[in-house]
């Protein structure tokens, strides 16, 4: 039995086997492009996958990415076709976390105009609302964003979420359903994008969604570039209804030198940083999928292949 490793992006062949080799000393470790017999290889993980590379793996289980957005992969015709688990902690990355609520705080206190006025030397005030007059919406409620919001939630603010389907089990209110997106964009003062990239979310952030959101309205998107259309960004940020924008993905990568967006004094351009997972991280949650796969039960994080995330 083999787990090949494919384009991970950190850490060296000696870290990775050492970190599998503790829980699971028999598994052999091999690193694409040097795949051996591919009738060993059982276990594929990657980033970046390259299905019309591999050679066929006829005895392959399960395959383990580390992307959280699976879209520009998961109808490719010749990946194949075992179960696929996204290698995301339980209770989601603390990077993601982090990175969520910094945003959250940094808008919620308007450092985007205090930056402004110390460029000016410019010793002024501006109105400032408390955590509980503060609504935050986040969209989707998948691993990534229920600490966060949970951490939102604790520290006063207003949070709800809104999900495709109900969530029997949040820990926020949850507008459920197409028919309740504009709800949650009615009551939301800042929202949150982390939702999976789909036919249905695509351009999901647009001029009728900024319209919906209250006047002095703010955007993160921890999702996907897609999901924002930035002419209507741009526009509505120019028209005074939305204060900021803090975009962490883009649409393309990187994002050009000619895009508006750099120069918009309403923006904050992020490189697709909010996280970053180690070996340390991964290693445990690519030995644990295999331990479920092994005992003949389901993958942790496992993807729904019809949903498409």
């Not at 990657?46 to 395959?63: G, Q, V």
């Not at 900024?210 to 002419?231: L, T």
Request: proline share 9%.
């Amino acid at each position: 039995m083999a787990l090949l490793i494919s384009n991970l992006m950190m850490g060296t062949e000696a870290e990775w086997r050492a970190a599998i080799a503790a829980e699971l000393p028999d598994l052999e470790v091999r690193f694409w492009p040097e795949t051996g017999d591919p009738a060993d290889v059982e276990y594929l993980a990657f980033t970046r996958p390259s299905p019309d590379d591999w050679p066929e793996f006829p005895n392959l289980k399960a395959m383990l990415t580390r992307q959280a957005g699976v879209d520009g992969f998961i109808r490719h015709p010749r990946l194949p076709r075992v179960p696929l688990s996204k290698l995301e902690p339980v209770d989601g990355d603390p990077m993601m976390t982090e990175y969520a609520v910094m945003h959250v705080l940094r808008l919620h206190r308007s450092m985007p105009t205090y930056r402004e006025r110390q460029v000016w030397k410019e010793w002024r005030e501006t109105a400032q609302k408390r955590p509980e007059e503060r609504t935050v919406g986040f969209l989707g409620y998948g691993t990534m964003a229920r600490k966060p919001a949970r951490i939102l939630r604790d520290m006063g603010f207003d949070v709800a979420a809104w999900t495709r389907t109900p969530k029997a089990d949040a820990d926020v209110p949850i507008y459920a359903g197409r028919d309740r997106l504009d709800a949650i964009l009615e009551r939301s003062d800042i929202v949150v994008c982390l939702l999976p990239l789909t036919g249905e979310t695509r351009g999901i952030l647009n001029a009728e969604a900024f319209a919906k959101m209250p006047e002095g309205g703010m955007v993160i998107n921890i999702g996907r570039g897609e999901h924002v259309v930035v002419d209507d960004l741009i526009a509505a940020l120019d028209s005074g209804h939305l204060y900021h924008a803090a975009l962490d993905v883009h649409s393309p990568e990187p994002l050009p030198p000619e895009s508006p967006l750099w120069d918009h004094p309403g923006v904050t351009v992020m490189p697709h940083v909010a996280r970053r997972p180690n070996v340390a991280q991964l290693a445990p949650q690519i030995v644990a999928n295999i331990r479920q796969r092994e005992a003949g039960l389901p993958l942790l994080q496992e993807v729904d292949r019809d949903a498409g995330y």
